[in-house]
């Protein structure tokens, strides 16, 4: 995000494919079916008091927006060494990662997206939202339908190409086995995650490449079912030499759906953009994946077998 007093425009230019469904690609039309989510695992948190029912955003008219930091909910980090070795871990939740992009696919869903820049006195002086479908035309191809999308109030900051990229596959993270190469992987302890015992690792890109995009933080991973429930970290990647762009720290939270995979269900962001010639700007974003429903069905070929006509 780049402060506007170095750019021409002084207006946020928000593109539909902003929140784009994840992995767009087509599958096997068929029925849908609706399912329900577990009540297990880190649930998002509740919005705020006083806000107008966007996730986690307060209301100008109400008062200053609340502020909900990671440490009120988090429990302390142990060095207790995994009952798995760490290089089988990575290897299992990786192998998941790939299993769960697939599966989500088949899935449409609905994304809510606001966005604030905060004042001094923590009240809203800039606001852009939109909502969205991620639904299948009747061949199975993946669009977005874009709900509601009321014009964008933000001046301060303007939007740029990384910052899309960000939020549509840095934020929603999946590290599947083609990724592990990319980036440094450490071990750091054990937690518990609301009522879920976690491992805990940091990740690091190992190297910055030209044009690419990579998540720099931490993420907690399941101890049973060996796959990703939590990340925080933020968007990095090589800047152009008179770039002045900021990247806000974020967290996203997972559900488990269907009782097989933890699908993204939250992300939120609370941070101040630093920037070097232009003011610090404080932003609160927030993007809500809600109403998964299964799109077709997954198709298993075994090996065949040999039928008796004799017999029913």
Excluded at 230 to 236: A, E, P
């Amino acid at each position: 995000m780049t402060s506007a007093e170095n750019l021409a425009s002084t207006t946020l230019v928000i593109r539909h494919r902003l929140i784009l469904g994840l992995f767009l690609s087509c599958t096997l039309a068929a029925s849908v079916s609706p399912i329900r989510a577990q009540q297990q695992g880190p649930l998002p948190p509740p919005p705020a008091s006083g806000s107008s029912g966007s996730p986690g955003m307060g209301n100008s008219s109400t008062g200053p927006v609340v502020e909900r930091t990671a440490a009120h909910t988090e429990s302390t980090i142990t060095n207790e060494p995994p009952a798995t070795p760490v290089d089988q871990i990575i290897q299992k939740f990786s192998q998941h990662e790939s299993e769960f992009r697939k599966e989500r696919d088949n899935y449409t869903y609905t994304q809510t997206f606001v966005m604030q820049t905060v004042d001094l006195d923590g009240y809203p002086d800039g606001e852009y939202r939109m909502t969205s479908d991620i639904l299948f035309t009747p061949d199975g191809k993946r669009y977005e339908k874009v709900i509601e999308a009321p014009a964008s109030s933000i001046q301060r900051i303007t939007m740029e190409q990384q910052d899309f990229d960000d939020i549509e596959k840095i934020w929603p993270l999946v590290l599947t086995p083609e990724e592990l190469p990319k980036y440094d992987i450490k071990y750091i302890g054990r937690e518990q995650v609301d009522e879920l015992g976690t491992y805990v690792f940091d990740i690091d890109p190992k190297k910055l490449e030209k044009n690419q995009r990579y998540f720099q933080g931490r993420i907690w991973v399941e101890d049973r079912d060996m796959q990703i429930v939590k990340t925080r970290g933020k968007g990095t990647g090589l800047m152009k030499k008179k770039q002045d762009s900021a990247f806000p720290l974020f967290e996203t939270f997972r559900e488990n759906i269907e009782g097989h995979f933890w699908f993204p269900t939250y992300t939120r962001s609370e941070d101040t953009l630093r920037f070097k010639t232009g003011p610090d700007v404080r932003i609160h974003v927030a993007v809500r994946y809600t109403n998964y429903k299964r799109f077709g069905s997954t198709i298993k070929i075994g090996t065949a077998t040999q039928v008796d006509p004799e017999k029913p």
